[in-house]
């Protein structure tokens, strides 16, 4: 067999890092003799997160543009300029039989350097909403595997192939790991888990409306896991008591997955095929500071669906505590939401995906 070699680019965040990691896991299960090199943006936490996985990484001198005038906006061009000579030399050193890019700020340059090469590419699209970047790949791009259907207005349905997002594949079995969860979270099996979580990096709002219901929510004989984001740990590290466990990051999904009996998370897309699979009540308030509100739609997608409850940010104040008790005292809202999410999940996506990549090779 031929020894094969791809190119993975996905970075900024965690929801990005991981497919990439899923699928190149899966190809390596698959084709043991393969070479791996991944390319993401220098400063970014793939250049740690990747390493850790156990592969090569690359880095480019890129980043996204700000919303507002600044001197980083303004060396932009130079960035996107270096970034794509340096993915050009990445691209004709490496020889890769196939590009892969799950989204942020490097796989732009490198996708685009690929496909001027004629090495095949395939765009791993997690969200309801694409971003600018993999609209315009999408029009150069082999393949586009995409995590929600209907999105024949931003890609050529000829190229879309609808596989749902990479997860954790010990996320699938999580029921029979509640006691050995239980133990590690040093957590009370006499009461109901709330898990609370922000993304990689944190979420400012999340993080201040739980500090201001945290005793609320205590009283209502509810313990929390809370997920603050390394950004915010020192912050909201005094928190850490009985009932109540702060962390910053969760190596563990599937333990902290399997404690939890309700769940407080950001929308990004990742997440939400994480959730689905998992299961359980989920109230979702999006980050409102991403690109074309894409967490809102990933949201909403799951609502329309009767499988989740969302929050808008601008909601919290007013509506937050009366949402949360409800839904605490309301256990057949549990089921219903819980077997409604649990219908969108494809637990197969990176299985899916690979079948894509090697009908290219």
């Known amino acids: 067999m031929a020894k094969y ?58 980043a996204g543009l700000q919303r507002k005038l ?24 490496f020889q890769p039989d196939v590009v892969i890019g799950t989204g942020g700020f490097a796989s732009g340059p490198l996708l685009q350097m690929a496909v001027a090469a004629r090495i095949p590419t395939v ?41 749902g997002n990479p997860v954790r594949q010990d996320l699938i079995d999580i029921a029979d790991k ?22 990689s990096l944190g979420a400012r709002r999340i993080n201040q409306l739980v500090e201001q219901e945290l005793s609320k929510m205590l009283a209502q004989n509810v313990q929390v896991i809370w997920q603050c984001g390394k950004l915010y740990f020192d912050e909201y590290n005094k928190h850490n008591k009985e009932g109540v466990k ?20 950001r929308a990004g897309a990742s997440s939400v095929s994480e959730l689905c699979l998992v299961g359980k009540p989920v109230i979702f308030i999006p980050s409102p500071n991403v690109a074309e509100d894409h967490q809102t739609k990933n949201a909403q997608a799951v609502v329309n669906q009767k499988g989740a ?34 219908k969108l999940a494809l637990p197969n996506a990176t299985k899916a995906i690979v079948e894509e990549i090697k009908k290219l090779i």
């Open 5 to 62: 070699k791809f190119i993975l680019s996905g970075g900024g965040t965690g929801g990005h890092i991981y497919p990439a990691i899923a699928i190149a896991n899966e190809l390596q299960l698959q084709f043991p003799d393969a070479e791996f090199l991944f390319v993401g943006a220098r400063d970014k936490m793939e250049m740690q997160k990747v390493p850790q996985a156990g592969y090569a990484i690359r880095g480019l001198w890129i």
């Open 70 to 93: 600044t001197f980083q906006n303004l060396i932009f061009p130079v960035k996107l300029t270096d970034s794509l000579w340096e993915a050009r030399k990445i691209i004709k050193s």
């Open 123 to 163: 765009v791993q699209e997690q969200n309801s909403y694409p971003g600018i970047t993999n609209k315009l790949l999408s029009k150069r791009a082999n393949v586009i595997c995409v995590a929600y259907p209907n999105l024949e207005r931003f890609f050529p349905a000829s190229k879309m192939v609808l596989t």
């Open 178 to 199: 509640r006691a050995e969860a239980m133990a590690f979270y040093e957590l009370d099996i006499s009461k109901k888990t709330v898990l609370i979580l922000g993304g």
């Open 246 to 265: 702060v962390v910053d990051f969760i190596e563990r999904m599937d333990l902290v997955y399997a404690a939890a009996d309700l769940i407080i998370s």
């Open 309 to 342: 409850i969302l929050l808008k940010e601008s909601e919290l104040d007013a509506e937050f505590s009366l949402v949360f008790e409800a839904l605490l005292k309301d256990q057949g809202k549990q089921i219903q939401l819980s077997e409604n999410i649990r």
